[in-house]
């Protein structure tokens, strides 16, 4: 079967390990050259790739040749890196890094390695997490899962310290890579590891504190000889070279000289440890800002962290463990920063096989047996619906969301008679503008079962997967029918804006009017099921509801809102008691229909067990129709048919209920009904 390793995947370097025969997890270092740490640079030469160090020794001689920084570009289509060999995508230029941690794994453990947890960073989206599985299938290579960057880290530091570890911690992770940012707030308890809330910058790393030394140099020499070193691509390259360094120099004394030679024009530089952080302040603080926004969504403050883990390389700069400890911050640092990504990966990889004879301690193996983790959606996951005029992002997944729970939505059907097909297009963002999301793709569900437009019940569920990737299914709920899913290209949400507007019917305002008097004492379970059935079949996208309980008084439980949540919640906590002045309920329904837009739908929803104990009810359904209001009522057990037919408007035929189950499904129906009332 091959060796299962773990894989950090970066943006300059990329590193794998694995667990060794002793049960502890190691960093796979090349037995020729001793390296762990590999360049992620690709360089296409004469037909040839090279990749690691050698590519980048030989950046400057072939600059047009070399491809770097990929991780960055992961998942942009349109990304294409030109050489003299031929066009390459951030995937293809990936697969050959991973081919090259592949190698030195192999060589390193001496057996085939075929398997591999990826990691990525927390805030990737799932087009970026696609593009990193496409990378691995490229590279022969399957990918037993894709686990955030941050919570790999904190696997391995809690593993490492497991031994010390007591009771419930809430924790940072500040992990400042050489291209990418992440933070994540956690929480490990013994055998669990809780992700709460993730947020970073996936364009924000040391590369670009290098680029503002680079800025500095340049600007300098040109100040000083008149010639602008970043004009010339194959000298720049090598300076980047020497500023890295200088940057990684500083972290281990106060200054360092950058000495910049182009054209027989000399400079010297001597940068301080004050200037680079003086040059760099504001990058620090842009980790300061994501920092607090994800203490904000975890609903936590400073003093509530036992701690803060600093994860990559970048967090040698002495500037960021300063920032955090000058916030209260108590920091820890993992013994080798560089690695401990790639180590938590082999952790979880060594899960997959754990059957395998001689691969953990017992220790090792006990912590890992038990280890449950929980990790948190990264973005919110929405579809395109519209709202009025506006196409919006109607969003189904909260950001913070549990990885693997599902949501659905079952208002999907069809607009044309015998349609056999819907699409359903998902986009990532917590804007409800479209501008400002993300596109994942049209989902195409087919095999509908041939009906009449808007009789299908489409049942869609959405949910992220282990690798925090979106996963959507169909189901036609009347017929039971699996629909087929085929995900289709990326939308373009552009044309989806400026499109034209297909009709739609006018929206709607519901008010229910709800009989919760001591008769319901027995039967308050079944109407709250009942009403939580009809709030499901409702497009809520076009549709308000508003809630009005009679018992003992007439009481607006709830003003007409879109929000599918609100209302579940309200249904649940419905109160009991009293008698039913079913009139002053009416009249109180017609108050608020009455405030709404005229070109809304208004449809008072009734229902009792029981006839009217107080005068009025006629009149006032009287007075209701008379606005343009109609009536559709619901009954259960004793309640009065006639009557309540009488009340009613046309086209709603009253239903009355032998048992709770009948009950939900005519409640469902009537939703249905609501929603097209032709049919």
């Not at 697969?95 to 591999?116: D, M, P, Q």
């Not at 373009?492 to 305002?509: C, G, K, M, N, Y």
Request: hydrophobic share 40%; proline share 4%; glycine share 8%.
């Amino acid at each position: 079967m091959g060796r299962a390793i773990g894989i950090d995947l970066g943006t300059t370097r990329s590193c794998g390990a694995y667990i060794d025969e002793d049960g502890a997890p190691r960093i796979c270092t090349d037995p020729e050259t001793g390296e762990a740490l590999i360049p992620s640079v690709v360089l296409y030469e004469d037909g040839n790739v090279l990749v690691g160090s050698i590519a980048e020794d030989s950046r400057a001689a072939y600059f047009e040749e070399v491809v770097d920084c990929v991780k960055r570009y992961m998942g942009i289509a349109n990304w294409i890196s030109g050489s003299a060999s031929g066009d390459h995508t951030a995937e293809e230029a990936s697969s050959e890094i991973l081919k090259e941690v592949i190698r030195v794994a192999r060589a390193c453990v001496k057996e085939e390695v075929n398997r591999a947890v990826i990691t990525v960073p927390a805030y990737f989206f799932d087009r970026e997490r696609k593009a990193t599985s496409k990378a691995a299938e490229l590279a022969n290579l399957e990918v037993l899962q894709l686990i955030p960057e941050p919570t790999a880290a904190a696997i391995a530091y809690a593993a490492e310290n497991s031994h010390t570890a007591t009771g419930k911690q809430t924790i940072g992770v500040y992990d400042l890579g050489g291209g990418t940012f992440d933070v994540t707030i956690m929480e490990l308890e013994n055998d669990a590891c809780k992700m709460l809330a993730t947020g970073g910058n996936h364009r924000l790393g040391g590369k670009d504190f290098d680029d503002r030394i680079l800025n500095y140099v340049a600007e300098l020499f040109f100040d000083k000889h008149g010639m602008d070193p970043r004009e010339n691509l194959a000298f720049v390259t090598g300076l980047r070279s020497r500023v890295e360094r200088a940057k990684i120099m500083l972290s281990k004394k106060m200054e360092e000289i950058v000495v910049v030679q182009m054209d027989g024009k000399v400079l010297e530089v001597k940068l301080t440890r004050d200037k680079f952080e003086e040059l760099t302040g504001d990058l620090l603080m842009l980790t300061d800002v994501a920092l607090n926004d994800t203490l904000g969504e975890a609903k936590k403050t400073a003093k509530e962290l036992d701690y803060i883990l600093m994860v990559g390389g970048s967090t040698r700069m002495p500037m960021v463990a300063k920032m955090l400890e000058e916030k209260g911050f108590e920091v820890r640092s993992s013994k080798a920063p560089d690695h401990s990504v790639a180590l938590g990966a082999a952790l979880m990889a060594a899960r997959y096989t754990k059957d395998d004879p001689g691969l953990y301690k017992p220790s090792v193996r006990h912590y890992l047996d038990d280890l449950k983790i929980s990790d948190c959606v990264p973005h919110s996951l929405g579809t395109i619906a519209l709202d009025g005029d506006q196409v919006i992002n109607a969003i189904i997944i909260e950001k913070g969301y549990p990885v693997e729970k599902e949501k659905f939505r079952s208002d999907f059907t069809t607009t044309t008679d015998n349609q056999k097909s819907v699409d359903v297009h998902v986009v990532q963002g917590e804007d409800k503008d479209l501008v400002n999301c993300v596109p994942v793709a049209t989902y195409e569900l087919t095999d509908i079962p041939t009906m009449s437009a808007g009789e299908p019940k489409i049942k869609v569920t959405f949910f992220y997967d282990a690798s925090s990737l979106v996963q959507v299914t169909g189901m036609e709920l009347q017929t039971k029918t699996t629909l087929t899913c085929v995900q289709k290209p990326l939308v373009d949400l552009v044309d989806i804006i400026d499109s034209p507007r297909p009709h739609h019917s006018a929206p709607q305002t519901i008010v229910m009017l709800l009989d919760t008097s001591y008769s319901m004492a027995n039967s308050m379970s079944d109407l709250k099921n009942a009403c939580l059935a009809f709030v499901s079949e409702v497009n809520l996208q076009r549709t308000e509801i508003g809630i009005v309980t009679f018992g003992s008084k007439v009481e607006v439980i709830h003003k007409p809102t879109h929000d599918r949540a609100v209302l579940e919640r309200t249904v649940k906590n419905l109160p009991l008691g009293g008698t039913t002045p079913m009139g002053a309920a009416i009249a109180k329904g017609t108050d608020l229909l009455d405030k709404v837009s005229p070109e809304h739908s208004r449809v008072l929803v009734l229902f009792t067990d029981g006839m009217p104990t107080d005068s009025g009810s006629e009149g006032n359904s009287d007075h209701a129709k008379n606005k343009g209001i109609q009536i559709a009522c619901q009954g259960l057990g004793n309640a009065n048919k006639t009557f309540l037919d009488q009340i009613s408007t046309n086209g709603f035929d009253a239903k009355v209920a032998q048992s709770g189950q009948e009950l939900v499904s005519n409640f469902g129906n009537l939703a249905r009904l609501i929603a097209n009332p032709s049919k």
